[in-house]
């Protein structure tokens, strides 16, 4: 602090009869005999400007005339920017935010409390309200009027608010998917409570009633929810759950796919193995051309399965949002898309089917191109079982043929 104010705040306690008025503050001062240390603090504060006036009996004089007895002071608190006599003058210099450094001669806890609610209230309503105009010093509750809402207010009126803020807080914060209808309720609420009440007087009112306007935008909210049309929920709920549907009946048609295509290529190309002693080219050939459609196969299934992380990330916002919103109907919800949650569930079993099948395939491919050049194996496990031996002839009769031995 700088060294006016505390020779100011030395002084302050010995002033008597003080009152404000209009940047003025008004006291009276004995002195004492011979009271040296009185009048060169008056002198430092008469030579940096805040004591503008002194009077005594009826005449201007200067610190170095006072004689002993009662001196009037006018002090100008524009020399004082940081000091206040009382948290209403506070209030009136600084109705929003405070300044950094102030200090207030008059001592109350309960008021420098009641005060930083109100500062943090009004700080909320200035990132709601319809106008604001920081020039003229008011803002604007605009419903089906505009209520005028000058920022004058006392501090006993804020007394209120240091146990409601943080209900009011938490109810108007605007990460709630409903902020503006909770603002509505809000709004609306106050200005029930002003459009009766003198301009001057609004803020003061809605302070002191706070309590009042919170406990109806609570019952109007309440209300709001249990009149809030689930038709219309039920309507956006089937458009987005049509979708979803939609995005896993592409994933299933590319499964689907996949699920024919590789059985087909499987028995077109095992056809085509010939057994062979060593590896020969057209194997090779198979087995290549196999094994390079398993891995474009693999990848789209990948792919698919990216689709399809993002299609249950989509489902689970969605769900999530509307039992926020319709919270007392969430098992209905919940049962609603628990069909969409079996299909997603049916769609990824079948994805993982596919690519077990992938696998198979490439496996197979692998193990016909090791058989098919291994004769060993070839002997071991015959593609083809061995043909079956002829019957023996039956001797002819007659003299042809050599006579069986007796």
């Given at each position: 602090?700088?060294?006016?104010?505390?020779?100011?705040?030395?002084l302050?306690?010995?002033?008597?009869?003080?009152?404000e008025d209009?940047?003025?503050?008004?006291?009276?001062?004995?002195?004492?005999?011979?009271d040296?240390?009185?009048?060169?603090?008056?002198d430092?504060?008469r030579?940096?400007?805040?004591?503008?006036?002194?009077?005594?009996?009826?005449?201007?004089?200067?610190?170095?005339?006072?004689?002993?007895?009662?001196?009037?002071?006018?002090?100008?608190?524009?020399?004082?920017?940081?000091?206040?006599?009382?948290?209403d003058?506070?209030?009136?210099?600084?109705?929003?935010?405070?300044?950094?450094?102030?200090?207030?001669?008059?001592?109350?806890?309960?008021?420098?409390?009641?005060?930083?609610?109100?500062?943090?209230?009004?700080?909320?309503?200035?990132?709601?309200?319809?106008?604001?105009?920081?020039t003229?010093?008011r803002?604007?509750?605009v419903?089906?009027?505009?209520?005028?809402?000058?920022?004058?207010?006392?501090?006993?009126?804020?007394?209120?608010?240091?146990?409601?803020?943080?209900?009011?807080?938490?109810?108007?914060?605007?990460?709630?998917?409903?902020?503006?209808?909770?603002?509505?309720?809000?709004?609306?609420?106050?200005?029930?409570?002003?459009?009766?009440?003198?301009?001057?007087?609004?803020?003061g009112?809605?302070?002191?009633?706070?309590?009042?306007?919170?406990?109806?935008?609570?019952?109007?909210?309440?209300?709001?929810?249990?009149?809030?049309?689930?038709?219309d929920?039920?309507?956006?709920?089937?458009e987005?759950?049509?979708?979803?549907?939609?995005?896993?009946?592409?994933?299933?048609?590319?499964?689907?796919?996949?699920?024919?295509?590789?059985?087909?290529?499987?028995?077109?190309?095992?056809?085509?193995?010939?057994?062979?002693?060593?590896?020969?080219?057209?194997?090779?050939?198979l087995?290549?051309?196999?094994i390079i459609?398993?891995?474009?196969?693999?990848?789209?299934?990948f792919?698919?399965?990216?689709t399809?992380?993002?299609?249950?990330?989509?489902?689970?916002?969605?769900?999530?949002?509307?039992?926020?919103?319709?919270?007392?109907?969430?098992?209905r919800l919940?049962?609603l898309?628990?069909?969409?949650?079996?299909?997603?569930?049916?769609?990824?079993?079948?994805?993982?089917?596919?690519?077990?099948?992938?696998?198979?395939?490439?496996?197979?491919?692998?193990?016909?191109?090791?058989?098919?050049?291994?004769?060993?194996?070839?002997?071991?496990?015959?593609?083809?079982?061995?043909?079956?031996?002829?019957?023996?002839?039956?001797?002819?009769?007659?003299?042809?043929?050599?006579?069986?031995?007796?």
């Open positions: 602090m700088g060294e006016p104010l505390d020779t100011f705040l030395r302050r306690p010995r002033l008597q009869s003080v009152c209009a940047g003025w503050i008004f006291a009276d001062i004995t002195i004492e005999e011979q040296a240390a009185t009048i060169s603090d008056l430092a504060l030579e940096s400007g805040v004591i503008a006036e002194i009077h005594q009996h009826g005449t201007l004089v200067f610190p170095n005339n006072l004689a002993s007895g009662p001196a009037g002071l006018k002090i100008d608190t524009g020399a004082l920017p940081s000091y206040f006599e009382t948290y003058s506070l209030l009136e210099k600084y109705p929003v935010d405070p300044p950094e450094v102030f200090t207030v001669y008059q001592t109350d806890v309960a008021l420098f409390a009641a005060c930083r609610a109100a500062w943090a209230l009004l700080q909320l309503l200035q990132t709601k309200v319809e106008v604001w105009d920081s003229q010093m803002f604007y509750f419903d089906q009027i505009a209520i005028e809402i000058p920022l004058r207010y006392q501090a006993t009126s804020c007394c209120g608010l240091v146990p409601l803020f943080p209900r009011i807080e938490r109810f108007l914060h605007s990460d709630h998917l409903d902020a503006d209808t909770r603002w509505h309720f809000f709004r609306k609420a106050a200005v029930r409570l002003l459009r009766d009440v003198p301009s001057p007087n609004r803020l009112v809605l302070l002191a009633g706070m309590a009042q306007v919170f406990e109806r935008t609570e019952q109007d909210y309440s209300l709001y929810l249990e009149r809030f049309s689930f038709e929920l039920l309507r956006t709920f089937d987005k759950r049509l979708k979803f549907i939609g995005d896993l009946n592409q994933v299933l048609g590319g499964i689907q796919t996949a699920l024919i295509a590789v059985p087909a290529t499987f028995f077109l190309v095992a056809e085509k193995f010939k057994p062979a002693e060593g590896i020969v080219g057209q194997n090779a050939i087995s290549i051309g196999g459609f398993c891995l474009l196969l693999v990848t789209l299934s792919n698919q399965g990216a399809l992380r993002e299609i249950k990330k989509a489902i689970s916002d969605f769900e999530s949002e509307q039992l926020q919103k319709q919270s007392e109907r969430s098992g919940k049962a898309l628990l069909g969409t949650w079996t299909h997603y569930r049916r769609v990824r079993l079948l994805l993982w089917t596919a690519r077990i099948l992938i696998f198979s395939f490439a496996l197979v491919m692998a193990l016909a191109l090791i058989w098919c050049s291994t004769p060993a194996m070839q002997k071991r496990w015959p593609y083809e079982p061995p043909a079956a031996a002829s019957p023996a002839q039956t001797p002819a009769t007659g003299g042809a043929g050599p006579s069986p031995a007796p």
